[in-house]
């Protein structure tokens, strides 16, 4: 079973930029897909984006489109979530996750697909 640890929140006023980091431990990666999600307070949790192991490829959700960007490390564990321009819409805990095998780019924002999840970095945007 992967383990997923986040990293990377914190408090930050609007307009500013944050990474966080996903590295994984503990298993393969192999073929999955990584994603991001995040919750604000009251809400569902939300799909950011997502990185497929087996193409190599990188998507972001409509939402954050052109603002977020999804990349990963030399080796291949890590997971990366470049946010700029932030507003405090922006302001939820940030989930990590990982499946445990291929992820179809079309349903890659469907959380059920995801059998690893990492505890959550909290990203508050506030002035």
């Known amino acids: 079973q992967v383990q997923l640890i986040e990293s990377g929140g914190g408090l930050v006023p609007p307009g500013a930029s944050l990474r966080l980091s996903c590295t994984a431990s503990?298993?393969?990666?192999?073929?999955?897909?990584m994603a991001w999600f995040r919750q604000a307070p009251g809400k569902s949790r939300q799909y950011v984006g997502a990185?497929?192991?087996?193409?190599?490829?990188?998507y972001s959700a409509d939402s954050v489109k052109g603002r977020f960007t999804i990349s990963t490390g030399d080796t291949r564990n890590t997971m990366y979530l470049q946010m700029n321009n932030l507003t405090p819409e922006d302001t939820a805990v940030y989930y990590c996750?990982?499946?445990?095998?291929?992820?179809?780019?079309?349903?890659?924002?469907?959380?059920?697909?995801?059998?690893?999840w990492g505890q959550g970095t909290q990203v508050t945007v506030s002035s």
């Open positions: 996750a990982a499946s445990s095998g291929p992820v179809s780019r079309l349903v890659l924002g469907d959380r059920r697909l995801y059998n690893a």
């Open positions: 503990g298993g393969r990666l192999g073929n999955s897909a």
């Open positions: 990185y497929n192991w087996r193409t190599g490829s990188a």
